[in-house]
């Protein structure tokens, strides 16, 4: 949330302006500041949510009496609306306070739960779910920018292992979460367990919550707005109907996405002249943001798209409820989480190649072992696999997160959130299409082939698992060229 002029302190020399009205802004080593902890709380909240309608697909299609693939909207809308958003977060963050983005991203999310929560028809439910969407996508960049302002470079990588919690975690403990409610009672208990959390959070942490650095009064270019909103949900939308649709609709659906994407960027370009981007691409010059980029974007295409297959497998095939799916999945977003920091404060002492390059190579390992489960195959073994698979992940995001920002000067923390927050949607949606249409299309073909269902779909299954280990074949090429540390003092552009 610091001014984005390239030609200020950066290339002057200058103290940073957030540094000359917080002199005391970089917190002491060892110690998380408050401001950190209040938005990692919110942010995990709504994260959360996510993925929390997973396990609720059935009971809407029971409840409102519709298709599988409308009920799937309740998490699809979720995305398009985060894909179209969170690329808009890098100017707004700029030209409001902390506490004004944190209390507009909570009280949108709060009343998005609301609606969610009393909706009399599926139509207003995902009305709710756009509302809630919309607080999240704020949310994410908020923590990310204001860690890279707060926190002196020699302690991030702990405190970023505490953001783990919130931006990997919680996605991987939605789908438990909405299993323990669903078993409670109706899938609205899932919005009114949310709800008062939510306005807690929301309340408590404003009142705590202080602002930081300091705001700019830009422009905004509206075409770009149009150009990203359209641009980026196209795109996630078409990938959705992959599979679920004649090849054309989502192939025009890409397209156009991908058109409009290519135009908002050449906008940007454009824009960056006038010291005026909506998301200013320059963060791309950086070279270990770009690697780190591309790093994360094979990283959540392949986590996410793992996730969506082994609660199919669970349930579909091995028959267990939406709560005992949940309970054997917790375990390994509990690990990931809990481990977060610790890999942080490892990453501080020894940087991240001792981390990334073995945790990426044995996310690749692992996948490929679930790749090789079958109908029989005992559950303390899938849960073993699910817990070091999450493992694995923690010791490749948190370091790549410090390294990727890191290597970012003060003015485009705000930019450089916002493009990592949208490729992550865009990822988990590609990730995601890819996985479950190999999976499909393996699926019938053996099918045809006069299989028995069930060898069929494990034949689907193990080939789609294998599929994101080869994805996982990108995290490991990318995490050997990144470095252990990057060294560029705060206010600094780092070398290219």
């Not at 020699?154 to 979460?177: H, N």
């Not at 990334?356 to 790749?371: C, E, Q, W």
């Not at 050997?480 to 990057?486: A, D, E, H």
Request: charged content about 10%; glycine content about 10%.
């Amino acid at each position: 949330m610091t001014a984005p002029n390239a030609a200020g302190p950066a290339q002057t020399g200058e103290t940073p302006a957030f540094e000359q009205e917080f002199p005391s802004a970089p917190a002491t080593p060892g110690r998380t500041p408050l401001v950190i902890k209040l938005l990692v709380a919110a942010t995990f909240v709504v994260i959360l949510n996510e993925t929390i309608m997973v396990n609720a697909i059935p009971r809407l299609m029971t409840e409102f009496e519709i298709t599988s693939t409308t009920a799937q909207w309740a998490l699809t809308v979720f995305m398009l609306t985060m894909a179209a958003v969170i690329p808009v977060t890098g100017w707004f963050l700029q030209r409001v306070s902390t506490r004004t983005a944190y209390a507009t991203a909570m009280t949108t999310f709060s009343i998005g739960t609301l609606i969610a929560a009393v909706a009399p028809s599926f139509e207003i439910l995902l009305v709710g779910r756009v509302v809630q969407a919309g607080g999240t996508a704020v949310m994410m960049p908020l923590l990310m920018t204001t860690l890279m302002t707060v926190v002196s470079a020699e302690d991030r990588g702990r405190v970023m292992g505490q953001v783990t919690l919130a931006m990997s975690c919680a996605p991987a403990l939605g789908p438990a979460v909405s299993g323990i409610l669903l078993d409670l009672g109706s899938w609205r208990m899932i919005f009114v367990a949310v709800l008062p959390i939510a306005v807690l959070v929301g309340f408590f942490g404003f009142r705590q919550l202080e602002n930081v650095g300091e705001t700019t009064r830009s422009p905004i270019s509206w075409l770009s707005v149009v150009l990203a909103a359209g641009g980026f949900s196209l795109f996630v939308y078409g990938l959705s109907k992959v599979g679920n649709a004649a090849w054309t609709e989502p192939t025009l659906l890409i397209g156009s996405g991908v058109i409009l994407i290519a135009l908002f960027a050449a906008l940007q370009v454009r824009l960056q002249r006038a010291e005026r981007p909506l998301l200013d691409l320059r963060t791309l010059l950086h070279r270990n943001y770009a690697v780190s980029l591309v790093l994360m974007a094979a990283g959540f295409m392949a986590f996410l798209g793992s996730m969506i297959l082994l609660p199919l497998y669970l349930q579909d095939l091995r028959g267990l409820s939406e709560l005992q799916t949940g309970l054997l999945v917790m375990p390994g977003g509990l690990a990931m989480g809990l481990l977060g920091p610790q890999v942080g404060k490892a990453y501080d002492r020894i940087g991240a190649r001792p981390l990334v390059i073995p945790g990426s190579v044995a996310m690749v390992a692992l996948l490929f072992g679930l790749s090789r489960i079958g109908a029989e195959t005992p559950y303390a073994v899938i849960l073993g696999l699910h817990i070091a698979l999450m493992v694995s992940l923690a010791m490749v995001f948190t370091p790549v997160f410090t390294i990727g920002l890191g290597d970012l000067p003060p003015q485009l923390y705000s930019h450089g959130s916002s493009l990592l927050g949208t490729l992550q949607q865009v990822a988990g949606a590609v990730g995601t299409a890819l996985l479950v249409v190999i999976m499909t299309n393996r699926t019938e073909h053996l099918a045809a082939d006069g299989r028995h269902p069930v060898d069929a779909f494990m034949g689907g299954l193990q080939w789609a698992f294998a599929a994101g280990a080869v994805i996982g074949v990108v995290v490991v090429a990318m995490a050997l060229l990144l470095p252990s540390k990057v060294d560029a003092p705060e206010g600094v552009h780092a070398g290219h």
